[in-house]
């Protein structure tokens, strides 16, 4: 099946963090969480690998907003996700935040903001930049449910403004395993598994293998933080679907286009996360 790639803007005077109206903007991106997630559950390859949305923006009881998702992993140990937005009304200056970390991590109550108590955290990132007060939200969403490969990729820019231009990946890499990397821009976070030690890693950094002046293919993870295991092909994790690109920042950015060798490519992020449209 094509990728999917949607963009919708919000501008100052409608964007509503807060909001639970089903057209503002997180019941829009839950919504689309929501058929991706029945969609690639009902996948064969994923009987043992459901994802499963715990918490979403209706669940809040303060000021964090977002959402807490637990992907179960077959023979692998699994992990969760907390991302929320931390926003005391909801078009305010604000930020962001995310936590990877063990299954056995997370207690269902209503600490943290509803959200419920997490132990145990992989990687993170608890200053991510999100909304200028004031200014526009875009968000462009990508997405597959093609069976083995699937993706969502949630890229933002807020008040077209750099520094607040990042972006959440959930894929399944060519292990056959769910992970998750994201940035801010400055840095990196994320997790993947490792299939030979049977434990989570945090992503700290990048890798690619370039093939022209201006991407990778696909690109990953984990320098440094792999520890174990003799098999060359496992130290280093790649996403799995053939569609999915690193690119340089001064060859894409979001919501960019570039063609090379008759072929499109869409800029879902500012520095890392390009997926091919052709």
């Known amino acids: 099946m094509p990728v999917s790639v949607e963009y919708q803007n919000f501008e100052s005077g409608t964007y509503d963090w807060k909001s639970t109206d089903a057209a503002n903007a997180p019941l829009q991106i839950n919504s689309k969480l929501d058929t991706w997630v029945a969609a690639v559950n009902a996948n064969a390859v994923n009987a043992s690998k459901q994802v ?6 209706l669940d809040s009881t303060g000021t964090r907003t977002g959402w807490v998702i637990r992907f179960a992993d077959g023979t692998q140990p699994g992990f969760m996700l907390h991302f929320a937005n931390n926003i005391a009304s909801g078009n305010s200056t604000s930020g962001a935040r995310a936590q990877l970390f063990p299954i056995s991590g997370w207690t269902d109550d209503t600490t943290n903001d509803g959200y419920g108590a997490i132990a145990s955290v992989v990687s993170s990132e608890l200053t991510i930049g999100w909304y200028i007060s004031g200014g526009q939200a875009e968000f462009i969403i990508a997405s597959s449910t093609d069976s083995g490969e699937e993706f969502f990729i949630l890229g933002w820019n ?13 894929f399944k890499d060519t292990n056959g395993n769910w992970a998750v990397q994201g940035d801010d821009g400055s840095g990196k976070y994320g997790i993947v598994q490792n299939t030979q030690l049977g434990t ?3 992503i700290t950094s990048i890798q690619a293998i370039p093939i022209s002046s201006h991407l990778a293919k696909l690109a990953f993870i984990a320098a440094g933080t792999y520890s174990g295991g003799t098999d060359d092909s ?18 894409f950015g979001f919501g960019t286009y570039y063609t090379a060798n008759s072929r499109q490519f869409f800029g879902i992020s500012q520095y890392n996360w390009v997926v091919e449209t052709t």
């Open 52 to 57: 499963t949305v715990l918490r979403d923006p």
């Open 158 to 170: 807020m008040a077209n403004n750099s520094a607040y231009r990042d972006v959440l990946a959930i």
């Open 200 to 202: 989570l890693q945090a």
């Open 234 to 251: 496992d130290r280093l994790v790649y996403p799995a679907h053939p569609k999915l690109w690193m690119a340089e920042s001064i060859a």
